[in-house]
């Protein structure tokens, strides 16, 4: 354990989703404790070799049972919000139901924060608050004209967290572009991963549209921002909006990187019209300047992280399991909207 991390404790909601997987192992490794508050719905083993940690703990939670937040964060430093329902898809299952857990359970989690004193809260947003925009060049002050339930969700929620009186609480927003690599509780449900995963097992790459711009982040450079943020003086970036991203690539981009990096010759890249068009060149410039961010892992990095993945068979049934795709396992879950929660608190180490 190093003289940095003695004695710190980080919450971290939805910790045992995509990049929860990824970062709880890197925090167990750096010396952290770390609380992961979640319903687990894509299973308790998602950590690989951190499950076994006695530094990790898990607490069964509902984010919307504001009595068990309160709880759940005695004695915590820091709170990295992950916990929502994830992708546009599955608030069409049920838009009340991602109302219910990625807004209207943001005001018990700010509440819970400042009745336990925590030091330090990091909050995950996303950069499709922006919309479509006719810029060149998205910075953080760019308008914001969110497009769906989810990315409207995002901004209202960034937008009560700078209203709140948190007090001496050092918050800040994060806008990170769209997450892509290999994860021990892996998506295949971005666009760098489906494009990876349908070239490696399918042999087709099916390409929607093709000139959007898309920003996109190597999970690892994901997992890195959140852990330079737990270590980062608060003058840097105290009640700051940091986009995090990459980068900037068309849809058609990305399809020629997959053919390039999986390597076979024998992979299709098919174009297909779409009424999804949503474009923007996100910019990144203010993490460098303040934080001193600086990515360090590519796309392909990313796609090769893929390709090993299923190569070594940590993928299997890639295209069949539910628990690859966020819609599909909201879809046999069924979470409650309202009434009676399902989680209670129950700590597990």
């Not at 710190?8 to 910790?15: K, Q, S």
Request: hydrophobic share 35%.
């Amino acid at each position: 354990m190093t003289s940095r991390t003695v004695a710190r404790v980080v919450a971290v909601t939805g910790g045992a989703g995509y990049v929860g997987s990824a970062l709880v192992p890197h925090l167990i490794k750096q010396g952290y404790r770390v609380r992961v508050l979640d319903l687990f719905l894509y299973g308790k083993d998602v950590f690989a070799t951190a499950s076994e940690s006695p530094n990790l703990e898990r607490v069964n939670l509902d984010i919307r049972d504001t009595r068990g937040l309160v709880t759940a964060l005695k004695g915590v430093d820091s709170v990295i919000h992950l916990a929502c329902v994830s992708n546009d898809p599955s608030f069409e299952l049920d838009p009340a139901l991602g109302r219910s857990i990625n807004y209207d359970a943001f005001g018990g989690l700010l509440s819970a924060v400042r009745t336990n004193g925590v030091r330090r809260f990091i909050y995950a947003s996303s950069s499709s608050v922006y919309g479509v925009r006719p810029e060149p060049d998205v910075t953080e002050d760019t308008p914001c004209t969110p497009i769906t339930d989810y990315s409207r969700y995002k901004l209202l929620c960034e937008e009560q967290l700078k209203q709140e009186a948190l007090g001496s609480c050092d918050w800040v927003i994060l806008r990170p572009a769209t997450v892509c690599g290999y994860a021990p509780r892996l998506r295949l449900d971005v666009v760098v991963n489906i494009l990876t995963i349908n070239a490696l097992v399918r042999k087709k790459i099916r390409v929607f549209g093709g000139d959007q711009l898309r920003p996109n982040l190597n999970i690892r450079d994901m997992v890195r921002a959140y852990d330079l943020l737990l270590t980062a003086p608060p003058s840097r970036f105290r009640h700051e909006t940091f986009n995090i991203g990459y980068q900037n690539l068309k849809v058609r981009q990305i399809a020629e990187l997959v053919y390039k990096v999986v390597g076979d010759s024998t992979v299709e890249i098919s174009f297909e019209p779409t009424d999804d068009h949503r474009s923007y060149h996100v910019n990144s410039d203010r993490a460098r300047a303040k934080l001193g961010f600086e990515p360090a892992f590519s796309v392909e990095d990313a796609i090769q992280s893929l390709c090993d993945a299923h190569k070594s068979g940590q993928i299997p049934r890639a295209l069949e399991d539910p628990l690859y795709y966020n819609i599909r396992t909201m879809q046999q879950v069924r979470l409650a909207t309202t009434g009676e929660l399902k989680s209670g608190v129950r700590h597990q180490n």
